[in-house]
């Protein structure tokens, strides 16, 4: 079983919609999570990270975590063409160990 | 103040040579990690180091080897170059070692191998 798996792309909206992103984790010990965003044939480029139970609202992105559930998610709401690119969900421990990524396309 | 900086930027090997790959890290921040990104594939750990020494090791092979400098800065070496060794290198600091501690990426060297 991967450590980080994320729900298989590509993913499509259109502008202005809620795109919605998962992300599950084996390891029940933890602790934090981070989203990054990655254009192509760039650097991943850190979005926001979460630790606590709940909602973390970041401008138009929000993550959500459920420790119980190993279970964290990412949504974009009001999708902007700019937001098309890979997101990236990591755990860390003191290393990142990523997920294989979720390309999102908004569509004009 | 100036990001993570990774040099070269693209680097094309043959097989069997050694490549190093530097990095510099955002100003203030003492660790350093390094993944190796293939296309298609998220980021994976290969080492990290912290005030200079090894915190931890991914699973590659002996191939691999880092350092860390007093100025925090770091190398990465690759000797014996294989074919699958090509990939999108990926130097990524922090201030300290594990917990919440963001890890902020530099831009990357592509090393291609033929």
């Known amino acids: 079983q991967k450590e980080v798996e994320q729900n298989s792309g590509p993913l499509s909206v259109p502008e202005g919609a809620i795109a919605s992103l998962n992300c599950t984790y084996s390891?029940?010990?933890?602790?934090?999570f981070f989203w990054y965003r990655q254009y192509s044939g760039k650097s991943p480029e850190l979005i926001m990270f979460i630790y606590s139970n709940g909602d973390k609202e970041d401008g138009r992105f929000t993550a959500q975590l459920n420790k119980a559930s190993q279970y964290v998610s990412l949504l974009i709401r009001d999708s902007q063409p700019s937001d098309s690119a890979t997101y990236l969900c990591?755990?860390?421990?003191?290393?990142?160990?990523f997920g294989a990524g979720t390309t999102v396309t908004v569509r004009a | 103040d100036a990001g993570v900086t990774q040099s070269p930027t693209h680097l094309i090997k043959t097989r069997g040579q050694q490549v190093t790959l530097r990095c510099s890290p955002i100003?203030?921040?003492?660790?350093v990690s390094w993944y190796q990104q293939v296309l298609g594939q998220g980021p994976q750990f290969i080492f990290q180091?912290?005030?200079?020494?090894?915190?931890g090791r991914g699973n590659f092979p002996d191939r691999f080897s880092a350092r860390q400098f007093p100025n925090y800065s770091s190398e990465l070496n690759v000797n014996a170059l294989l074919l699958g060794d090509s990939a999108l290198y990926l130097c990524a600091s922090s201030s300290m070692s594990g917990g919440v501690s963001e890890q902020y990426f530099g831009p990357g060297t592509r090393l291609t191998v033929t």
């Open positions: 100003s203030g921040h003492k660790s």
């Open positions: 990591a755990v860390n421990d003191y290393k990142l160990s």
């Open positions: 180091y912290y005030e200079k020494e090894e915190r």
């Open positions: 390891d029940r010990g933890s602790q934090s």
